[in-house]
């Protein structure tokens, strides 16, 4: 049997993550889009190794109550709602509290929106390449609910990267997409913060450094592209 072995942290598993992707370097129809708060320092050196676009794509788990930490389903920003139907029958839950649980978190999805990007508008996926990045996949409620709110917006090519999940939600999660990566795949998977020897969590403050970064240097490169392409013109 396979033996895994913990990342350092987040960053170091998308530097690692980023080399089974290589595939998709500079190319410009392609995005990643990183799913916050973990997914974000993963997605950030990714994008950076990759000479790729960052961004991120709101999701929102729905805990189960009492056992918050379980996911009976997830939302994504357009209103895209992804249920665990099992866990909701084995828990009986009420439909009327699931329609709370989603208009709460889809309010906090519209809260976090304006928070990270401010006036920034959101990427176009039409036509594109999305690579969606968490730092892993659990239940794959999340990243189920990311996947269809990105093909729901026109993405061409879906492409879900995680450096770490549990083998029965990779093999359900992958009917939805074009391509999954996800090389550490243990099956005593546990929990995602199992696999990470520093897994503190993300902030907000963390997500928008990272993201204030990564756009300024797309705009610094798309700056320079614009001026290099106007000196080889006659």
């Not at 998308?14 to 080399?19: A, M, V, W």
């Not at 997409?177 to 963390?206: H, I, K, M, N, S």
């Amino acid at each position: 049997m396979a033996r895994f072995r913990p990342f350092k942290n987040r960053m170091q598993a998308g530097k690692l993550l980023s080399l089974e992707l290589a595939h998709y370097a500079a190319r410009e129809d392609a995005l990643v889009l990183a799913l916050p708060r973990g997914g974000v320092p993963v997605g950030f050196a990714i994008a950076r190794a990759l000479g790729l676009a960052l961004d991120v794509l709101l999701v929102r788990k729905l805990g189960l109550p009492g056992h918050e930490e379980y996911a009976m389903g997830a939302v994504a920003s357009g209103g895209i709602r992804v249920l665990n139907t099992a866990a909701i029958r084995a828990h009986r839950i009420d439909p009327a509290h699931i329609d709370a649980a989603c208009e709460r978190e889809l309010r906090d999805i519209a809260r976090r929106a304006r928070q990270y990007r401010g006036a920034r508008p959101e990427p176009e996926l039409a036509g594109r390449t999305v690579i969606l990045v968490d730092d892993g996949l659990a239940t794959g409620a999340t990243m189920c609910a990311a996947a269809r709110a990105a093909r729901a917006r026109r993405a061409a090519r879906i492409v879900v990267a995680v450096p770490v999940g549990a083998p029965d939600s990779c093999a359900a999660l992958a009917p939805e997409v074009d391509e999954l990566v996800c090389p550490q795949r243990p099956r005593d998977f546990g929990a995602v913060g199992r696999w990470y020897r520093e897994f503190g969590q993300t902030g907000d403050e963390e997500v928008q450094d990272l993201l204030a970064i990564a756009w300024r240097d797309q705009a610094r490169a798309q700056l320079a592209s614009t001026n290099a392409s106007e000196r080889r013109q006659p």
